[in-house]
């Protein structure tokens, strides 16, 4: 029945996880058969340390890196704890729009702000950083908007002042390169790989220390016996990267309909570059938990911004940070898969029409005010003050036994 149920349902939440591939599934059925231990040395752990290193190959051919600086970890929070509790630098400098596994990981954080598209504040970025050496945490894409940091003209700041730079790519990874990053996270069930697994790429390994010490597994970056299954079907995944053309045109339409129907409605993000499959939409007045619970009933699944507080939906901390006040409640992220169909987007469309007046006054859908119609550009485009260039270069790491 469960099954029945959840195929009349249209799922529109990627953004918190997303369905595992077949490719992946099959992996992880082949790697649960092996009997061994990594790191044992009779023939069953052999066999399954052929595993571990052939996925590391595999992640490291994807991130354009030498192998050895790929650690797998059991997801991204991990793979960011990893890095920030293991760099050793002594000042945390963060985006005030950061996943809270970034936030939370450390209480001497110092905020950096961010403009009402959720862009950080350079000029503030430079003043920080000319205080003395830092970890900067500042993510590829965000989570909730999608919105695109501007990591070109960000990374060469932090190098030239001696610090590192931690990028969370979890939401972006297989939809954009991954940047030049001292350290990037990753974690395969944003990309069709299963849960509970992840990997930080890490640009020189003497820069950082274990936090989860035990029996020295991940080069002893990392303690414990890694997840065999899990890492199958990670690379499985990564071998397999979807294109995200359609989810592209999808989400203007999406955004272009909702729009027209409800001038009042709010995209938030949407005068920066974005992710091609997620948009905030702000429905004035509603609460966005009433606006789930709605949607939900009507057969469609939608998020209220991350996925990660036990089931709690608060006021988002990243429309706050973008100045939005009391709007910050009042929006619900949207993401789409690679697979999401027009007559799926028409049918939130028409239903989420049908929510906006039902639970909104009438007049809150006559006009937009102009703060608002000041943030509403073209879904996904660049724009004059902030341009996307053509992508980032992969990495260029040096190889083993080269000077760092």
Sequence with gaps: MAEIAMKSRIYLDHAATTPVLPVAIAAMTEAAGVIGNPASVHAGGRTANAIVERARDAVANFAGCPPDRVVFT??????LALAINGCGMPRFIVSAVEHSAVLAARDDAELLPVDHDGLVDLDMLAALLSRGPALVAIQLANNETGVFQKLWDIVPMVRA???LLLCDAVQAATKWDLPDADFVAISAHKL???????ALIVHDPGSLGAVQRGGGQERGLRGGTPNLPGIAGFAAALQHVPDWSQADD??????????EVWPAAVIHGSGAPRLPNISSIGLPGVKAGTQVMALDLAGIMVSAGAACSSGKVAASHVLAAMGLGTAAGEAIRVSLGPQTTAAEIDAFAGAWETMAHRLSSPSRGEARDARSAARVGVAGAATEDHPLPPG???VAYPVQGEDA
Excluded at 250 to 259: A, D, F, S
């Design 74 to 79: 059991s997801g991204g929070t991990e793979a």
């Design 161 to 163: 002042a001696g610090s």
């Design 192 to 198: 069709g790989g299963p849960p509970g697994v992840g």
């Design 250 to 259: 999808h989400r203007w339409r999406l955004e272009k309909r909702i729009q």
């Design 392 to 394: 980032f270069a992969r």
